[in-house]
Nanobody, 125 residues
Framework: DVQLQASGGGLVQAGGSLRLSCAASGFTFDDYNVGWFRQAHGKEREGISLITSSGHGTYYSDSVKGRFAISSDDAKNTVYLQMNSLKPEDTAVYYC??????????????????WGKGTQVTVSS
């Protein structure tokens, strides 16, 4: 059974940090690009970060560049999103997705094959 599980969300004050995890079961990330997305209440879903299957390529949207860092742990079949200097506007439900041809450009994405259930991130001011 193929599954993605996103976890690590929570409530944090502005300026704080959280680390999200995206764990895969039923398949490995070896051949998949993995992306992080978020959807704030009343807004469209936004692609914010991606790591390529090799682990050598990364993408960040302008809204998170310099504050968030994506990484992967092949042994744990898990991709992480380290979120620092969080702002109230980062409040959203965060999702991860995987796809062999997944891409994200300027927040727009295509090629998602698997989605994880979201995890809520709330940043208080």
């Amino acid at each position: 059974d193929v599954q993605l599980q996103a976890s690590g969300g929570g409530l944090v004050q502005a300026g704080g940090s959280l680390r999200l995890s995206c764990a895969a079961s039923g398949f490995t990330f070896d051949d998949y690009n993995v992306g992080w997305f978020r959807q704030a209440h009343g807004k469209e879903r936004e692609g914010i970060s991606l790591i390529t299957s090799s682990g050598h390529g990364t993408y960040y949207s302008d809204s998170v560049k310099g504050r968030f860092a994506i990484s992967s742990d092949d042994a744990k079949n898990t991709v992480y999103l380290q979120m620092n200097s969080l702002k109230p506007e980062d409040t959203a439900v965060y999702y991860c997705a995987a796809g062999r041809r997944l891409w994200i450009v300027a927040g727009v994405a295509d090629g998602m094959e698997y989605w994880g259930k979201g995890t809520q991130v709330t940043v208080s001011s």
